[in-house]
C-alpha cells in the first residue's frame, strides 16, 4: 500500500516544489513537511487537506488510497459531507468505509 509520505514525495517531484515553497502555499511548518515526508508522522486531515490543495492532488489519492490523482471534486464533495455529520455520525461512517474496504480485498 502506498503512504502518504510516498504520495506527498511523488507529487512534490512531479509538481517540482519544494518544502519551503509548499510551506509557503499551505501554512504548515517546514519541519512538520518534512516530518510527512520522511513518514515519521502523518498529517491530520486539515493538513491533509491544506497539502492536497497546494498540490493540486486529490485528498484521497494523497492519502494513499487507489483514487485518482486530481479527483478533486469528489473529494470536495465528500469532505464538505463529512464535515456535516456529528461525531457519531462520522464514527459510524468511518467504521463502514472500513468494512466496505476490506470486503474488496
Given at each position: 500500500?502506498?503512504?502518504i509520505?510516498?504520495?506527498?514525495?511523488?507529487?512534490?517531484?512531479?509538481?517540482?516544489?519544494?518544502?519551503r515553497?509548499?510551506?509557503?502555499?499551505?501554512?504548515?511548518?517546514?519541519?512538520?513537511?518534512?516530518?510527512?515526508?520522511?513518514?515519521?508522522?502523518?498529517?491530520?486531515?486539515?493538513?491533509?487537506?491544506?497539502?492536497?490543495?497546494?498540490?493540486?492532488?486529490?485528498?484521497?489519492?494523497?492519502?494513499?488510497?487507489?483514487?485518482?490523482?486530481?479527483?478533486?471534486?469528489?473529494?470536495?464533495?465528500?469532505?464538505?459531507?463529512?464535515?456535516?455529520?456529528?461525531?457519531?455520525?462520522?464514527r459510524?461512517?468511518?467504521?463502514?468505509?472500513?468494512?466496505?474496504?476490506?470486503?474488496?480485498?
Open positions: 500500500m502506498t503512504t509520505a510516498d504520495r506527498l514525495n511523488i507529487a512534490m517531484e512531479k509538481y517540482q516544489i519544494g518544502v515553497e509548499l510551506s509557503r502555499r499551505t501554512g504548515i511548518n517546514a519541519g512538520d513537511i518534512t516530518r510527512y515526508r520522511r513518514g515519521e508522522y502523518e498529517p491530520k486531515r486539515e493538513k491533509i487537506y491544506l497539502l492536497s490543495k497546494a498540490l493540486n492532488v486529490s485528498p484521497g489519492w494523497l492519502m494513499g488510497l487507489d483514487l485518482p490523482e486530481h479527483d478533486v471534486l469528489a473529494d470536495q464533495e465528500i469532505l464538505d459531507m463529512w464535515h456535516k455529520l456529528s461525531e457519531d455520525h462520522r459510524l461512517a468511518a467504521d463502514y468505509i472500513a468494512a466496505l474496504i476490506e470486503d474488496q480485498t
